[in-house]
């Protein structure tokens, strides 16, 4: 089971598998956490967890915004209902939390600027996320309490932008070992995505928000990825440690 292979990496190594769309999940020392977790939306393909299976092993699923296809809460609910797991979310999230009825004894808010550690295994550093719409501009609906994080387990930082375009408060981010990028149309795309990367020099770099979710003339702005695309514009050192995650596969990681 894919599950048994994430949680089975004792060796000081952090093991990660794509989950679809902006979905990971994240393990050390049989520790495991997820962020944007949506396995419940109508998808081109299933993913290879189910809420179900991993119910009682997930102990935080973090949440960068409203939209359902990254607070999913029928992916939540089960998680909830069945084990000990507490949701990272922003303010901007709190009215769905409270109306799903997630308790808020179960609920840490995530504050843009404010770090904590909810366990000793865990730093969350929540950062700002402006969401982004058709043709590159922002969304009318942006909310600037959405969030990014980056998230360090096992010595190592993973940075998840959210649904963001590109922000000046990217430029600050430093030593980050793992870069989840979204080349969309309402976030990064292409010439961001590349200048972010240039930007914080991320050690691994994985695309996701794309091949998800069926693509309509409607929904592509969100529903497409420009994976591929990104891959050609990036610089030769930067293009060998990009990767397009395959679904299934668990990636791992030394610990520093």
Same mark, same amino acid.
């Given at each position: 089971?894919?599950?048994?292979?994430?949680?089975?990496?004792?060796?000081?190594?952090?093991?990660?598998?794509?989950?679809?769309?902006?979905?990971?999940?994240?393990?050390?020392?049989?520790?495991?956490?997820?962020?944007?977790?949506?396995?419940?939306?109508?998808?081109?393909?299933?993913? =290879?967890?189910?809420?179900?299976?991993?119910?009682?092993?997930?102990?935080?699923?973090? !949440?960068? /915004?409203?939209?359902?296809?990254?607070?999913?809460?029928?992916?939540?609910?089960?998680?909830?209902?069945?084990?000990?797991?507490?949701?990272?979310?922003?303010?901007?999230?709190?009215?769905? =939390?409270? %109306?799903?009825?997630?308790?808020?004894? $179960?609920?840490?808010?995530?504050?843009?600027? %404010?770090?904590?550690?909810?366990?000793?295994?865990?730093? !969350?550093?929540?950062? /700002?996320?402006?969401?982004?719409?058709?043709?590159?501009?922002?969304?009318?609906?942006?909310?600037?309490?959405?969030?990014?994080?980056?998230?360090?387990?096992?010595?190592?930082?993973?940075?998840?932008?959210?649904?963001?375009?590109?922000?000046?408060?990217?430029?600050?981010?430093?030593?980050?070992?793992?870069?989840? !990028?979204?080349?969309?149309?309402?976030?990064?795309?292409?010439?961001?995505?590349?200048?972010?990367?240039? =930007?914080?020099?991320?050690?691994?770099?994985?695309? %996701?928000?794309?091949?998800?979710?069926?693509?309509?003339?409607?929904?592509?702005?969100?529903?497409?990825?420009?994976?591929?695309?990104?891959?050609?514009?990036?610089?030769?050192?930067?293009?060998?440690?990009?990767? !397009?995650?395959?679904?299934?596969?668990?990636?791992?990681? $030394?610990?520093?």
């Amino acid at each position: 089971m894919l599950l048994d292979e994430l949680l089975a990496v004792w060796d000081k190594s952090i093991s990660f598998c794509w989950m679809g769309n902006a979905g990971w999940l994240i393990s050390h020392d049989g520790h495991l956490i997820g962020i944007d977790l949506d396995l419940m939306s109508e998808r081109l393909w299933h993913p =290879a967890i189910s809420a179900a299976e991993m119910a009682g092993r997930l102990e935080y699923a973090l !949440v960068t /915004h409203s939209h359902g296809d990254h607070f999913n809460v029928p992916t939540l609910k089960p998680l909830m209902d069945n084990g000990p797991c507490t949701v990272i979310l922003p303010k901007s999230c709190i009215a769905e =939390a409270e %109306q799903a009825g997630i308790p808020a004894s $179960r609920i840490i808010l995530a504050v843009p600027g %404010q770090s904590f550690e909810p366990a000793p295994w865990l730093k !969350v550093e929540p950062i /700002h996320a402006l969401h982004g719409h058709i043709k590159h501009s922002v969304y009318m609906g942006a909310n600037f309490d959405d969030c990014g994080y980056i998230i360090t387990m096992g010595g190592r930082r993973f940075f998840h932008p959210g649904d963001s375009v590109l922000l000046h408060e990217h430029f600050g981010i430093t030593d980050i070992d793992v870069l989840f !990028v979204s080349p969309t149309e309402h976030n990064t795309h292409i010439d961001a995505s590349r200048t972010l990367i240039e =930007a914080i020099k991320p050690a691994l770099i994985f695309a %996701q928000h794309f091949g998800t979710y069926p693509v309509t003339d409607d929904n592509a702005f969100w529903t497409k990825g420009y994976e591929r695309e990104l891959r050609k514009a990036l610089l030769t050192d930067y293009r060998e440690r990009y990767h !397009v995650p395959v679904p299934g596969k668990v990636y791992l990681m $030394r610990n520093s």
